[in-house]
Antibody, heavy 120, light 110 residues
C-alpha cells in the first residue's frame, strides 16, 4: 500500500527559503520507473505542477519556477525534499506530494497535503 | 507553459451525461497521449480517475470516460450522480518534459 505524507513549516516569512519533505512508504525511489512529484494549490485556485524526480535522479521542473526550485531524493530511499527559494505571499498554497510511474500520465497516489502560508 | 483551458463550470441533472473539455496545444495535449483527469472534493486531495487519455485506474467507475481529438481532451461523466458534484482537473505531459494542469471545472449536479 502506497502512502505519502508532507511535512514542513506552516508559516514562512517572505524572501525566506521553504523546505518541504515528503515521506513515503509502499515503494522505494531507486528505479527509473518510479517518480515523486510536488503539486500545489493556492486557496480556491487550480492545481499547479512544480517538480518531479525519478528514482534514477532524473529531475524535471516547472519552467516558470525552475530558478527557485530544487527537488532531491532524501538521505533515505523513502524521502523527497523540495526547496523553494525567495518565497512570496503568492506561494501560499497547499503543497501535495504525489507518486507516479514513468509510463503513466497520472499521479495515482497523493499525500493529504500541507498548507504553507507565506506572511511576515 | 500555460495552463490548459477548461470551462469554469458544467452542470447537469442526475442520470444525464456531461462532458468537460480540456484545450491545450500541439506542445502538450495535442502532442502526446498523456492526458490525465482528477476529481477533487473540497478539502481533499485530488483523485486520479483517468490516465493516458482513456484508461481508468482500478476501482474507478465506468461512468467516467476520456477521449482526445487534436489538442482537446474530454472527460465524459455518464449517469450523473450527486457524488459527482466536485471539481475536475485535466493534466498533460508537455514537450518540455514537464506536466501542466488545467484551469479546473466545477461540476454541479442539479
Amino acid at each position: 500500500q502506497i502512502t505519502l505524507k508532507e511535512s514542513g513549516p506552516s508559516l514562512v516569512a517572505p524572501t525566506q527559503t521553504l523546505t518541504l519533505t515528503c515521506t513515503f512508504s509502499g515503494f522505494v525511489l531507486t528505479t527509473r520507473e518510479v517518480g515523486v512529484a510536488w503539486i500545489r494549490q493556492p486557496p480556491g485556485k487550480a492545481l499547479e505542477w512544480l517538480a518531479l524526480v525519478y528514482g534514477d535522479d532524473d529531475r524535471r521542473y516547472c519552467p516558470s519556477l525552475k530558478s527557485r526550485l530544487t527537488i532531491t531524493k532524501g538521505t533515505s530511499n523513502y524521502q523527497v525534499v523540495l526547496t523553494m527559494a525567495s518565497v512570496d505571499p503568492v506561494d501560499t498554497a497547499t503543497y501535495y506530494c504525489t507518486h507516479k510511474y514513468r509510463d503513466s500520465s497520472g499521479y495515482g497516489y497523493w499525500g493529504l497535503g500541507h498548507l504553507v502560508t507565506v506572511s511576515p | 507553459q500555460s495552463a490548459l483551458t477548461q470551462p469554469a463550470s458544467v452542470s447537469g441533472s442526475p442520470g444525464q451525461s456531461i462532458t468537460i473539455s480540456c484545450t491545450g496545444t500541439s506542445s502538450d495535449v495535442g502532442g502526446y497521449d498523456y492526458v490525465a483527469w482528477y476529481q477533487q472534493y473540497p478539502g481533499e486531495a485530488p483523485k486520479l480517475i483517468i490516465y493516458n487519455v482513456d484508461s481508468r485506474p482500478s476501482g474507478v467507475s465506468r461512468r467516467f470516460s476520456g477521449s482526445k481529438s487534436g489538442s482537446t481532451a474530454s472527460l465524459t461523466i455518464s449517469g450523473l450522480q450527486l457524488a459527482d458534484d466536485a471539481d475536475y482537473y485535466c493534466s498533460s505531459y508537455t514537450s518540455r518534459t514537464t506536466h501542466v494542469f488545467g484551469t479546473g471545472t466545477k461540476v454541479t449536479v442539479l
